[in-house]
C-alpha cells in the first residue's frame, strides 16, 4: 500500500512537472520583434519612450472595451426589433440580429484571450517607468562633511555638515525625436531598446591643508572631508585621483539595482503585445455595414430570413442573384447604405413589450433600461412560441378548412389483400404495404390519415410568423446565441407564471 501510495504520488509530480516544462517552452518559443528602434539614450529619452507605449496600449484596451459595450447594446437592439417588430421589421432586422450575436461573441473571445497579454505587458512596463523615475529622483549631491584638524592625532576631531537636501528633479530634457514618436500597431512590433535603469550612490573623500595645498602626511593643517553622491549614471570605485581643496576622490561606489525585469523578456512581451493589439484592433463594430460585407454567413442568413427559403431546402448557386438583390434592397448595395436603411432608423422601430400588468408599444430609443430590452425580447418570444403551439395544436376552425379537400375512402381487408406488389398496393388508394407483415397489403390505419391533416394543417401559417419561427432556427444554428435563448425562455416561463 506504501509503494502504491508513493508511486501515484510520484505520478503526480512527474504530470506537473511535464506541464512545467510545456510552459516553459512555450515562453522559450517567442521570439522578440525582428525590428529595432534607434536606442534611446538616457533615463529621460527612456522615460518619455516609455510614456508612449503605455499611452497605445491604455487606447487600445479602452477603445476595445467602450467597442464590446456598444457592440452588446446594438445586437440587444436589433434583436428586439428582429423578434418584437412588424413582419417587415424582422425582414430587415432578422439577418442583422443573428449575425450580431455571433460578432459580439467574437469579440469577447478575442478581448478575454488578448486582454490578459496587454495588462501584462503594462506591468513591465510600469516596472521599467519606475526604475527611470527613481533614477532621475534620487540623483543629489550632500555638502561635504569636514573635518578640520587642530591637533596631530585625528580621533579627537568630528566631521561637520555633510547634510543632504534633495530636491525635485529637473524637466525631462534631451529626448529624442524617435522618443517622442505616437506608437503605430507596426512601431508597436519592434525592438524598442531601452537601457537599464541606472543609478548609483558613491562616497568620496578628500584631504588638504588649504586651498591647493593637499594633504602630505597627518599633521595639525590638514582638513578631511567626505561626501555623500546620489547619481543618475555610473561611477567608478577608486578614481584614484589626487585631492586638493576643490576636488574629492571616489572613495566607495556602488550601481542601484533599478532593472526589475530584463530587456530579453521585454522584448518577448512586446512581440505577445503587438499580436494582441492587432487581435483587439479587429474587433467589428456591430453599428457599420462593413461588419457584415465580409461574412459569408450572412448571405445564408438573408437568404433563409429574408427571403423565407426553408431551412429543409438546400441553398443554390442560383440563390445568389436573389440574396444579393435583398441585400442591395434592404441595406444597399454591398451594404453601403447601412447607416441610413438601417443604424438611423432602428432606434425608431416600434417594438412590444410588457410589464408586470400590461402589454405596451414603445420606440426602442425608449427603451434604455436592460429589463426594457428584455421584456421586448421576452414579447417576441411568446410569440414565437404561441406559433408554435398553434402548429402543434390545431384550432377549431382548422378543420373548417380540410372539408373542401375530399377524404381517402376506406378500404376493406379483402380489397387491399389481393394486391401482392408494392407497386399495384400503393396504386390502391387507401391501403398501404408492408413486406414483413401478411398480407402484405391492408387498409391504411386512420391515425395515418390523422396525421398528414395535421401536417397539412401545420403548414397554414401566416407568413410574418413564418419569418418568426425561422429567425429563432437560425438563432439557434449560431452557437453564440443557444445560451442567451434558453435564459430568454426560461425567464419568459417565469413570467407566464405570475
Not at 417588430?85 to 440580429?97: E, N, R, V
Not at 455571433?102 to 495588462?119: F, V
Not at 456591430?286 to 426553408?310: C, E, F, H, Q, W
Not at 436603411?341 to 432606434?347: A, D
Request: glycine share 6%; aromatic share 6%.
Amino acid at each position: 500500500m506504501k509503494y502504491e501510495a508513493w508511486s501515484s504520488k510520484a505520478f503526480s509530480i512527474v504530470i506537473i512537472l511535464a506541464a512545467h516544462l510545456r510552459q516553459s517552452s512555450a515562453a522559450e518559443q517567442v521570439q522578440p520583434p525582428a525590428n529595432a528602434r534607434p536606442a534611446c539614450a538616457s533615463n529621460c529619452g527612456c522615460l518619455y519612450r516609455v510614456g508612449k507605449l503605455k499611452e497605445k496600449i491604455e487606447s487600445t484596451l479602452s477603445t476595445a472595451e467602450a467597442k464590446l459595450k456598444s457592440n452588446a447594446e446594438a445586437a440587444g437592439q436589433l434583436l428586439v426589433a428582429g423578434l418584437s417588430g412588424t413582419s417587415t421589421d424582422t425582414i430587415k432586422f432578422g439577418a442583422l440580429a443573428a449575425q450580431a450575436m455571433a460578432i459580439q461573441q467574437k469579440g469577447t473571445e478575442l478581448y478575454s484571450q488578448n486582454a490578459p497579454i496587454l495588462r501584462t505587458y503594462l506591468r513591465a512596463l510600469n516596472q521599467l517607468e519606475a526604475g527611470y523615475i527613481i533614477a532621475r529622483q534620487t540623483a543629489t549631491t550632500s555638502t561635504e562633511a569636514t573635518m578640520t584638524i587642530k591637533a596631530s592625532h585625528y580621533s579627537t576631531h568630528t566631521f561637520a555638515g555633510g547634510d543632504i537636501s534633495r530636491q525635485p528633479p529637473a524637466a525631462c530634457t534631451g529626448e529624442s525625436a524617435e522618443d517622442k514618436k505616437d506608437v503605430s500597431t507596426d512601431l508597436l512590433d519592434q525592438q524598442h531598446k531601452f537601457k537599464p535603469p541606472n543609478a548609483a550612490v558613491a562616497v568620496e573623500l578628500g584631504c588638504n591643508k588649504g586651498e591647493g595645498n593637499a594633504c602630505d602626511g597627518a599633521t595639525a593643517a590638514d582638513i578631511i572631508k567626505a561626501q555623500l553622491k546620489y547619481t543618475e549614471g555610473t561611477t567608478k570605485q577608486h578614481s584614484g585621483q589626487r585631492t586638493d581643496v576643490a576636488t574629492l576622490a571616489t572613495m566607495i561606489a556602488y550601481a542601484l539595482p533599478l532593472e526589475i525585469a530584463s530587456t530579453n523578456e521585454i522584448d518577448k512581451n512586446t512581440t505577445l503585445a503587438a499580436a494582441a493589439v492587432q487581435a483587439l484592433e479587429s474587433i467589428a463594430d456591430i453599428s457599420t455595414g462593413a461588419s457584415y460585407s465580409s461574412d459569408s454567413n450572412m448571405k445564408a442568413l438573408v437568404a433563409r430570413i429574408a427571403l423565407g427559403i426553408p431551412l429543409e431546402q438546400k441553398l443554390q448557386p442560383d440563390n445568389d442573384q436573389a440574396v444579393a438583390a435583398k441585400i442591395k434592397e434592404l441595406y444597399g448595395e454591398n451594404y453601403g447604405e447601412f447607416t441610413t436603411k438601417v443604424w438611423n432608423k432602428l432606434p425608431d422601430t416600434t417594438v412590444t413589450y410588457f410589464t408586470a400588468t400590461e402589454t405596451k408599444t414603445e420606440k426602442i430609443k425608449a427603451l434604455s433600461k436592460p429589463e426594457g430590452i428584455a421584456t421586448a425580447i421576452g414579447a417576441g418570444l411568446a410569440k414565437a412560441a404561441t406559433l408554435q403551439m398553434q402548429t402543434k395544436c390545431p384550432t377549431q376552425s382548422m378543420p373548417t378548412e380540410q372539408k373542401d379537400k375530399a377524404t381517402e375512402p376506406t378500404k376493406t381487408a379483402d380489397e387491399c389483400k389481393k394486391h401482392k406488389t408494392s407497386e399495384a398496393c400503393k396504386k390502391e388508394a387507401g391501403c398501404e404495404f408492408d413486406e414483413k407483415k401478411e398480407p402484405k397489403c391492408f387498409p391504411k390505419t386512420e391515425t395515418d390519415k390523422k396525421d398528414e391533416k395535421s401536417f397539412s394543417t401545420n403548414l397554414r401559417v401566416s407568413v410574418s410568423h413564418v419569418y418568426v419561427a425561422l429567425f429563432l432556427c437560425i438563432l439557434s444554428i449560431i452557437g453564440c446565441s443557444i445560451k442567451l435563448l434558453g435564459f430568454l425562455l426560461k425567464f419568459l416561463y417565469i413570467l407566464t407564471l405570475k
